[in-house]
């Protein structure tokens, strides 16, 4: 058998989410195979059904686990044995936006994993099951590109993401794997995340992106082996000027302008 006639998937964490189930839904568009993961198997059984009747060609395994957890984590890699990978994308994470204060120990450590580890643990998985060629996007978010104050786990967990990232572009470079962190601004997503962005004022309405968006730009990123991609002209130009602002400003600005928001939907 040669190597184009094995079957290869797309590995899919998230995909019960708005981003994970756009981008599933892109590569069965484009006949790709899908693994697809979440916690909520009722929905993964949905997904599967509605993909089956759009795209017969396309095979569709799935496998429900909470990738904050090792154990469940391991069940899922047992589920996913003997296949092959192409394609990986980690969309699974907790937008938990609230005060330091507010956190306990089991929302702590569940955000962190969800954000980081489940996402770190799942490309090792991925990798040691690659085909000749493997692309990873890690969607990561312009929130790790700067330390937030009243949204600091988030920011700094997703700054670790984009971290991680590119240390692997580097470290497979040449070698078949591309990799890149993709960083969303504001998405429409969610019911909670639609009347946050529309509470934020005119500037982040205009930067706020659909999904749809995301995900093409995205796919375009990581065929270039891009190995960051701030997605949106606005984001990335505000980005780039923020840079030249003094630490201690950016911070004042952050603390005030996330004061008092509140966001856990998990
Ligand atoms: N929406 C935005 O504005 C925005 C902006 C920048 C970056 N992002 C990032 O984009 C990604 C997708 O966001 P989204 O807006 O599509 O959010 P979403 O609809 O809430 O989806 C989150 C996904 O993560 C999964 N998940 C959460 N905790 C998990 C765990 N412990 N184990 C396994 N799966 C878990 C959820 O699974 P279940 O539903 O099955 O629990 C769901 O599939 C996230 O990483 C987010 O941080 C979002």
């Given amino acids: 058998m040669s190597a184009s006639d094995i079957k290869k998937y797309a590995f899919i964490t998230g995909a019960t989410g708005v981003i ?61 044995e003997g296949l092959i990978f192409s394609t990986l994308v980690n969309a699974a994470g907790a937008d938990i936006q609230k005060p330091f204060s507010e956190y306990d120990e089991e929302k702590l450590t569940f955000q962190i994993r969800a954000c980081f580890e489940s996402a770190v643990s799942v490309c090792n998985f991925v990798i040691a099951n690659r085909a000749e060629k493997l ?44 990799v890149t962190a993709v960083l969303p601004g504001s998405v429409y997503t969610r019911p909670d995340v639609v009347e946050y962005i529309r509470s934020m004022g005119f500037w982040a309405r205009r930067a706020a992106k659909s999904p749809r968006y995301v995900v093409e730009k995205s796919i375009k990123a ?19 000027f923020m840079k030249f602002l003094p630490a201690s400003v950016k911070l004042a600005v952050i603390e005030r302008r996330w004061r008092g928001s509140v966001k856990d939907a998990f």
């Fill in 20 to 80: 994970g189930g756009e981008f599933a839904r892109a590569f069965a568009e484009r006949g790709e195979n899908l693994f697809l993961t979440g916690r909520d198997v009722r929905k993964l059984h949905d997904l599967k059904a509605d993909f089956s009747e759009r795209y017969p060609s396309v095979d569709i395994k799935f496998c429900a686990a909470d990738l904050a957890d090792g154990e469940s984590r391991k069940k899922l890699y047992k589920e996913a």
């Fill in 135 to 178: 692309q990873i996007i890690n969607v990561s978010s312009i929130c790790g590109l700067q330390p937030m104050p009243n949204f600091a786990v988030y920011a700094a967990s997703k700054g670790a993401l984009t971290q991680f990232s590119v240390a692997l572009w580097r470290e497979y470079k040449g070698k078949g794997v591309n």
């Fill in 222 to 240: 990581v065929r270039k082996n891009k190995k960051t991609k701030i997605i949106g002209a606005l984001n990335a130009t505000v980005c780039f």
